[in-house]
């Protein structure tokens, strides 16, 4: 007779049950805000060595598992692996961010690989057994990628740049290029959702962590399309697959998102008010988020209230609670355990 | 018998009339992409020293005007004079942006002076004078500041930084000393303002530039309300006195700032649909925007198509034809010729 497995809450929000209390993990969730994710930190060579090697990924993935206990872990990986893996020279500077050899026209394109070569990512797909082994059965397990138009804002710049400047001067000047480089990123990044999910991911969350910055004419076909092509592609390929998208600066767009049915649970950044964002979505799409994650350095009184508000507001709601982006490294942790605390203890 | 003179064009829009072709400015229009500006700062010292010398900043500000017959003219200056005349140390590092002795405190008030110092700023009326002077009598002549949450990020940051985290950690820290800090802005911007206006400033635009990383729960007390009581209070002592907001990422929030009827003209920042903008607000009100500035630097068909769908979406409303942020060094003089020509020539 072998005992029955504690459900995972977070895949039955992400299939439209409202749970409560609510399911809790937190964007960045492995990271520099821990003590023991520094160590391993200064333990392995460059940041990308760390993501590539499955023993010390694999630890850091579990660590805030270990320590609060979250409902889900998120795979410790970076969104420019798939850049990485497409041939594109990548490097993390420390306190300055990632440094990419620019790709600016059709012809630089020729410098990436045709299709997605997986075996480049193996460490990713170990990394992901490793932790599957080592999860509580209640955990839901994440695997993630990067949105194509953020991918491609840095392929193009080179490096993070306010507002995405040269990637959104590209996208008018050079529309066939910048087509061409979606397209190979849509065709990589759903090879490599569907792979996520073979290796034992139960969900995966895409990351349009710059979608604030284009114009309406552009956010329909490099950000909205691009998504949907992928999460189209992962569940013709893989139908039990669940999908998390994050939009930040997405607010106006997310009814868009919401109405094509395409994503199972839409994440809200925390400059929305989730009220009126709950408002505009069906109230059987699973929503996640938002608290600000400087309400979580600042504690006292102001995030008490910032989690009460949005407590109340999804209550009776699928509703995934998580901050509006990556939690900071300056999170005191007492902080987050008081946040654990009050999300699990609501009445 | 004196000619009649010709009328200001954009004070009919701020007043609400539909004016056709539409009048334009752009938002930062005496600078860098201009040869004759970059022959002037480099005759000038310290950016600082070009805003604070008359015949300099009027020069500068009636290069645009010269060269495109722009229907207003923005005097030349910056939203960190308010922090300088109140007595913050205040400088602008070439390629890196101002840097400031940070204020974070309480205590840290008391180095600035009890209300506005006029004095300090009169350099820029009498840039005003100098310039309303010699404006063409159908240009509008504007002056500006900062709105005080923008502001406020930088006095306390000291500089620019990425989503106003040190300031948004602060406004949910200690309250009282942003409330303080806030409340200071708006009676010295209050002031500043009506002193342009007696200067002979036609109207004045509010620059809230970083209004897209606020909370919801703080966007009312830190940026709505205290643009409300600075317009509030320059309509009170001048009620002549038409004011433009700008808003950038305050998208969500327009609805409000409309309903509340407190600006004469709501500026669109360049990731707005303007239809969906215009159809949530009064069709009496004036708007302004919105291409992306990007665009006119790509130029080409992209750039036609962005100007047309504009004039097509505002035709019949009053509307201020502007870029949707402000305009970048890297803009090509010929697009901005090209892009006056078809407003001015639409049918």
């Known amino acids: 007779v072998t005992g029955s497995r504690p459900e995972k809450t977070l895949l039955r929000v992400l299939a439209g049950d409202p749970v409560w209390p609510l399911p809790i993990w937190l964007m960045r969730q492995a990271g520099r805000y821990l003590p023991e994710y520094r160590e391993v930190r200064a333990r392995a060579g460059s940041f990308l060595d760390l993501?590539?090697?499955?023993?010390?990924?694999?630890?850091?993935?579990?660590?805030?598992?270990?320590?609060?206990?979250?409902?889900a872990a998120i795979i410790f990986s970076d969104i420019l692996v798939v850049p990485h893996a497409l041939g594109q020279d990548v490097r993390f500077v420390e306190n300055e961010g990632p440094r990419l050899e620019p790709i600016t026209s059709e012809g630089d394109l020729k410098r990436l690989s045709e299709g997605m070569p997986l075996h480049c990512l193996a460490p990713v797909f170990e990394t992901l057994e490793r932790v599957k082994g080592a999860l509580p059965s209640e955990t839901t397990l994440l695997g993630f990628c990067g949105a194509p138009w953020t991918v491609a804002s840095y392929m193009i710049a080179g490096k993070g740049t306010p507002d995405q400047a040269p990637a959104r001067v590209i996208a008018y000047r050079d529309p066939a290029f910048m087509t061409a480089l979606i397209d190979r990123l849509v065709e990589a990044s759903t090879t490599y959702l569907v792979a996520q999910i073979d290796a034992g991911a139960d969900a995966v969350q895409i990351f349009e962590s710059f979608g604030g910055a284009l114009p309406p004419a552009l956010f329909g076909p490099l950000s909205l399309d691009p998504i949907s092509r992928i999460v189209r592609g992962l569940k013709a390929a893989r139908p039990q697959a669940k999908v998390i998208v994050f939009v930040r600066g997405g607010g106006p767009n997310l009814k868009c998102l919401a109405k094509a049915r395409i994503a199972d649970c839409i994440a809200l950044d925390w400059t929305l008010d989730p009220a009126a964002a709950l408002a505009d979505l069906p109230s059987t799409l699973a929503t996640q988020g938002n608290l600000d994650p400087l309400a979580l350095v600042a504690g006292g009184p102001p995030l008490d209230r910032g989690i009460e508000a949005i407590l109340q507001t999804v209550r009776g709601r699928p509703h995934i609670f998580n901050l509006g982006h990556g939690i900071v490294p300056e999170t005191p942790i007492a902080h987050v355990e008081r946040m654990i605390a009050q999300v699990r203890s609501a009445p």
């Open 51 to 71: 993501c590539y090697t499955p023993a010390l990924a694999a630890a850091v993935t579990l660590q805030p598992i270990r320590r609060f206990g979250f409902d």
